[in-house]
């Protein structure tokens, strides 16, 4: 009968920290015998893995690092690499890809090649352009074309300048970027609303939990300022006494 003999499987391990100007040192960090391979730095590179899995794409810090397999990761903070320390596989299954939510604002002046860097991650990361000035411009001829002004509605399909906004710009006057974000919202597929949603309601055994701490933190209130007015109390007669011990000895 054969023996089975199980595959060497890499350990993660904690590594010393660095200086966050100093994380190329985590490469060679404790590797003191001539000849012994040096680490290599993740297809993560300085991008917190655990993060990344919850859709936030964070830089970690020299200052909680680790490695596994050879490579070296680094994490915001402890817990992040705790999680990773107790099952990194959980975070390696597939290579690192942007979060679908994240988007990133270009900004520079003409021939900064603010499109040309836009092209170049949309190609690399599958992200969708929006060329604010050409929506700007697209919804303002698309505005000259009516009428009578239409309200914005994102139920209509419809998100605009204002009429304020409209007649502004068509006198030389410019449409301030807080007032682009619902336009470009809305050309990237995120739901807009005019008011709010509605809060989802409370369930009953959370609304109690939360009237009973309501409840016991009035009750602590209530009884400190008894306390309160109690030592008043007390200090005030022993002022009195004191008056009286003067009188006495005055006498």
């Not at 890499?10 to 200086?19: D, N, Y």
Request: charge should be neutral.
């Amino acid at each position: 009968m054969k023996d089975v003999i199980d595959p060497l499987r890499p350990v993660a391990k904690e590594m010393e920290e660095v200086g966050d100007d100093a994380l190329g040192g985590l490469l060679r960090q404790n590797l003191d015998e001539e000849g012994q391979p040096s680490r290599r730095w993740s297809p993560w590179r300085s991008i917190d893995p655990v993060k990344l899995a919850d859709g936030k794409v964070l830089v970690g810090k020299g200052e909680f690092p680790a490695e596994y397999g050879g490579r070296c990761f680094v994490f915001v903070d402890e817990e992040s690499r705790n999680k990773f320390l107790a099952y990194p596989q959980k975070y390696l299954k597939t290579l690192p890809q942007m979060p679908k939510t994240y988007n990133i604002s270009i900004l520079g002046p003409p021939g900064s090649g603010v499109m040309e860097t836009a092209e170049m991650l949309a190609q690399r990361y599958k992200w969708k352009i929006v060329d604010v000035e050409k929506l700007l411009n697209a919804k303002i001829k698309e505005m000259m074309k009516w009428g009578e002004h239409v309200p914005s509605n994102p139920k209509s399909g419809s998100i605009h300048p204002s009429q304020d906004e409209y007649k502004n710009f068509i006198k030389g006057g410019t449409i301030l970027g807080q007032d682009m974000i619902g336009m470009i919202l809305h050309e990237l597929g995120v739901p807009v609303y005019k008011r709010p949603p509605k809060p989802v309601p409370i369930d009953e055994e959370e609304e109690e939990r939360k009237r009973q701490e309501e409840e016991a933190k009035a009750e602590e209130e209530r009884k400190e300022k008894e306390k309160a007015e109690k030592k008043k109390k007390r200090k005030s007669k022993k002022e009195i006494e004191e008056e009286e011990r003067k009188k006495k000895e005055e006498e």
